[in-house]
């Protein structure tokens, strides 16, 4: 399976680029690659803002990184180790990545994730201040299928009732 190292299925850099066209960068905004892997989103943010990246095989784990953000975009781990456990972490990294983002996070996420998007978690979000306001479903056959690419904003309103 292409793009894969150690397990982990990096992005191809082919979807990125279409992805990253549906973000909307303002000049000197901030922004974090939370899981930077191959680079993918890392090598095509724009020039115009200030990027910075986590990447734990790179001595950068994310849930270290406290700095806020304006914008922060990941293709997330589904799966981390934990006190020597595998656990789902798709909860515990968007929990963590809403708490340092001003204005939108961006995720791609698979089938297994999304359903993990329960009306309860998308009350949490909302009370905090956070909306669903995009989506694109992508399939993906050099992984496992379906993905979606889901924004959630502090600024624009919900596109979806639950």
Not at 136 to 149: A, E, P
């Amino acid at each position: 399976m292409p793009n894969v190292k150690d397990g982990f299925h990096y992005t191809p850099k082919e979807i990125t680029k279409e992805l990253i066209k549906d973000i909307e960068f303002t000049d000197g905004e901030t922004v974090l690659e939370t899981c930077r892997g191959g680079g993918a989103f890392w090598d095509i943010l724009p020039n115009n803002t200030v990027n910075d990246w986590c990447e734990i095989d790179m001595g950068r784990d994310f849930f270290q990184h406290t700095t806020p953000t304006d914008i922060s975009i990941a293709n997330p781990p589904y799966r981390i180790e934990i006190d020597g456990e595998r656990v789902n972490a798709i909860i515990k990294w968007m929990d963590h990545q809403f708490s340092i983002t001003n204005r939108e996070c961006w995720y791609l996420l698979n089938g297994k994730c999304w359903s993990s998007m329960t009306p309860i978690r998308l009350n949490k979000w909302k009370a905090l201040g956070w909306n669903l306001c995009f989506m694109r479903i992508l399939n993906i056959k050099k992984w496992y299928g379906r993905y979606y690419w889901v924004c959630f904003s502090k600024i624009k309103p919900s596109i979806i009732n639950y």
